[in-house]
T-cell receptor, first 111, second 113 residues
Framework: KQEVTQIPAALSVPEGENLVLNCSFT??????LQWFRQDPGKGLTSLLLIQSSQREQTSGRLNASLDKSSGRSTLYIAASQPGDSATYLCAVRVGNNRLAFGKGNQVVVIP | DTEVTQTPKHLVMGMTNKKSLKCEQH?????MYWYKQKAKKPPELMFV???????INESVPSRFSPECPNSSLLNLHLHALQPEDSALYLC????????????FGEGSRLTVL
């Protein structure tokens, strides 16, 4: 069974610092990996999707890498802002219709 | 348009009520999902419809009854719920193939009294 881990569960950084969030998974047989953002009481917003054949994806200040062989992905947010405060969830697609989610990183960016 | 629309945003119901949650997408996606999310937990898969047919039921109690009337709509019928069913219910849709990105709606916050 695929296990997805995100450590630490919570972190705080000063505004302007770069954020680095890590996600690890136990089975490298994945279709893709997706990073989501969730604000309190809201739905999940897709940030980046990395296919199993790709090494990284970029969107604005966000960059996500994927190393399937070591079962790791990193989400990098440059020059963090208070508006980046949220919970970030990593999910790997393990079958045609199933995602395995990590428990998330709760991020606070301090002004 | 990458939008999944869920109604209502908030719902309060008694244990004897019957209510429904609705979800709509116009991205032409043929896979649609219901997830349940409790506070500070990741979403838990409940049901998946693929090409309007139920393809996954994660052993969900029968008091939750999904329905997919057409390729754009997904309903979740609720009956005789328990207080522990109070949660955020999320709908999602995915485009076809291994490239499919999952898009979520804003959720319906359900409170069972």
């Amino acid at each position: 069974k695929q296990e997805v881990t995100q450590i630490p569960a919570a972190l705080s950084v000063p505004e302007g610092e770069n954020l680095v969030l890590n996600c690890s998974f136990t089975d490298s047989a994945i279709y893709n990996l997706q990073w989501f953002r969730q604000d309190p009481g809201k739905g999940l917003t897709s940030l980046l999707l990395i296919q199993s054949s790709q090494r990284e994806q970029t969107s604005g200040r966000l960059n996500a890498s994927l190393d399937k062989s070591s079962g790791r992905s990193t989400l990098y947010i440059a020059a963090s802002q208070p508006g980046d405060s949220a919970t970030y969830l990593c999910a790997v697609r393990v079958g045609n219709n199933r995602l395995a989610f990590g428990k998330g990183n709760q991020v606070v960016v301090i002004p | 348009d990458t939008e999944v629309t869920q109604t209502p945003k908030h719902l309060v119901m008694g244990m004897t009520n019957k209510k429904s949650l609705k979800c709509e997408q116009h991205m032409g996606h043929r896979a649609m999902y219901w997830y349940k999310q409790k506070a500070k937990k990741p979403p838990e898969l409940m049901f998946v419809y693929s090409y309007e047919k139920l393809s996954i039921n994660e052993s969900v109690p029968s008091r939750f009854s999904p329905e997919c009337p057409n390729s754009s709509l997904l309903n979740l019928h609720l009956h005789a719920l328990q207080p522990e069913d109070s949660a955020l219910y999320l709908c999602a849709s995915r485009g076809g193939g291994s490239a499919g990105e999952l898009f979520f709606g804003e959720g319906s916050r359900l409170t069972v009294l």
